[in-house]
């Protein structure tokens, strides 16, 4: 298996684990203060990570810890515009699917802002996204609450995290302010990610530390609290991004990010076997045509791939 059949396949993984994320999460923030929970959450995750990237850290040199700070920073930011959305939003599903357009966004600004070639089945794959998007989780129309205008918010600056994230963990050529040309040498997924999410911690930390109040919040916490913080840590924090940086270091193309937007199609799912949250025929249709987009997105390596099997089946077989 190639590289960017791997990085596929480990990214379908990652909307798993981040499905999971959305339930832990949603338990955890109806019990303590949204902010609170991220910073706990991403501070515990990146504390496990950081301990097993020791032996690498002191190899890293200063632009390599400063790029890799710089995505955690952008990824902070994102995750405090996510929270906000689930803790005043009315429907899971709805804002998945909204934060979901980040990855839709992530070919668009590759393309505008770093100049990154992206093949046509991408840019026929977008408006089927969005469509199917519409359809999901805008039924009823727009309506500009609270929940759905953090979602929005956290899908364009995801879409610029999953950039950076990508062009961090992939060595590149620049050009320099002076003309010069420079190698930026890639930022290996464990350290990467383990100074990311600590910085997602402090940057989430100091928010809640401004705007929620802890003592009363935590006066008496329920015993499930601790299950809900812990697993969200280690399982749908440490894990899912930790091999989201790896799968993305595979491929130096952002174009298979779009794989992605299958997380809220997961979540929609779980959170009806979770939550008791319903679908109605127009969001499965709109289910549809992601799975079509994501079909046009990758057509090229399905071709590929499915050319491959009927070679194999065709070939005679020696005795």
Same mark, same amino acid.
């Given at each position: 298996? =190639?590289?960017?059949?791997? =990085?596929?396949?480990l990214?379908?993984?990652?909307?798993?684990?981040?499905?999971?994320?959305?339930?832990?999460?949603?338990?955890?923030? #109806?019990?303590?203060?949204?902010?609170l929970?991220?910073?706990?959450?991403?501070?515990?995750? &990146?504390?496990?990570?950081?301990?097993?990237?020791?032996?690498?850290?002191?190899?890293?040199?200063?632009?390599?810890?400063?790029?890799?700070?710089? *995505?955690g920073?952008?990824?902070?930011?994102?995750?405090?515009?996510?929270?906000?959305?689930?803790?005043?939003?009315?429907?899971? &599903?709805?804002?998945?699917?909204?934060?979901?357009?980040?990855? *839709?966004?992530?070919?668009?600004?590759?393309?505008?802002?770093?100049?990154?070639?992206?093949?046509?089945?991408?840019?026929?794959?977008?408006?089927?996204? *969005?469509?199917g998007?519409?359809?999901?989780?805008?039924?009823?129309?727009?309506?500009?609450?609270?929940? !759905?205008?953090?979602?929005?918010?956290?899908?364009? @600056?995801?879409?610029l995290?999953?950039?950076?994230?990508?062009?961090?963990?992939? !060595?590149?050529?620049v $050009?320099?302010?002076?003309?010069? %040309?420079?190698?930026?040498?890639? $930022?290996?997924?464990?350290?990467?990610?383990?100074?990311? #999410?600590?910085?997602?911690?402090?940057?989430?930390?100091?928010? =809640?530390?401004i705007?929620?109040?802890?003592?009363?919040?935590?006066?008496?916490? !329920?015993?499930?609290?601790?299950?809900?913080?812990?697993?969200?840590?280690?399982?749908?924090?440490? &894990?899912?991004?930790?091999?989201?940086?790896?799968?993305?270091?595979?491929?130096?193309? =952002?174009? &298979?990010? $779009? @794989?992605?937007?299958?997380?809220? $199609?997961?979540?929609?799912l779980?959170?009806?076997?979770?939550?008791?949250?319903?679908?109605?025929?127009?969001?499965?249709?709109?289910?549809?045509?992601?799975?079509?987009?994501?079909?046009?997105?990758r057509?090229?390596?399905?071709?590929?791939?499915?050319?491959?099997?009927?070679? *194999?089946?065709? %070939?005679? !077989?020696?005795?």
């Amino acid at each position: 298996m =190639s590289d960017a059949h791997k =990085s596929d396949v480990l990214l379908v993984i990652v909307t798993l684990l981040a499905a999971v994320g959305w339930m832990l999460s949603k338990e955890a923030v #109806l019990m303590m203060p949204p902010l609170l929970f991220m910073a706990i959450r991403f501070l515990i995750g &990146g504390a496990v990570l950081m301990l097993l990237a020791l032996p690498t850290l002191s190899r890293l040199s200063s632009d390599q810890i400063r790029r890799s700070v710089g *995505v955690g920073a952008v990824f902070g930011i994102a995750m405090t515009c996510w929270i906000m959305g689930l803790f005043h939003g009315d429907s899971m &599903g709805e804002g998945a699917f909204l934060t979901s357009l980040g990855v *839709v966004i992530v070919p668009v600004l590759a393309r505008l802002v770093f100049g990154e070639a992206q093949p046509m089945s991408t840019w026929l794959a977008i408006p089927i996204a *969005v469509s199917g998007l519409a359809l999901l989780s805008l039924e009823n129309g727009f309506r500009p609450d609270p929940g !759905q205008l953090y979602f929005v918010m956290a899908a364009f @600056i995801f879409a610029l995290y999953f950039t950076l994230n990508t062009r961090t963990a992939n !060595q590149r050529t620049v $050009v320099n302010k002076h003309g010069e %040309t420079v190698e930026k040498k890639k $930022v290996p997924a464990l350290p990467l990610t383990a100074m990311a #999410l600590l910085t997602v911690g402090v940057v989430t930390l100091a928010e =809640s530390a401004i705007a929620e109040p802890w003592a009363s919040s935590l006066a008496n916490p !329920q015993p499930m609290l601790y299950v809900w913080v812990l697993a969200s840590a280690i399982i749908a924090t440490a &894990g899912r991004f930790l091999l989201q940086t790896y799968a993305q270091s595979l491929s130096a193309h =952002s174009h &298979g990010v $779009v @794989i992605l937007i299958l997380e809220p $199609v997961w979540v929609a799912l779980f959170a009806a076997g979770w939550f008791g949250e319903t679908m109605t025929l127009l969001q499965v249709a709109g289910c549809g045509l992601i799975f079509a987009a994501l079909l046009v997105n990758r057509w090229n390596a399905l071709s590929r791939a499915i050319k491959g099997l009927m070679k *194999v089946k065709n %070939t005679p !077989q020696s005795s």
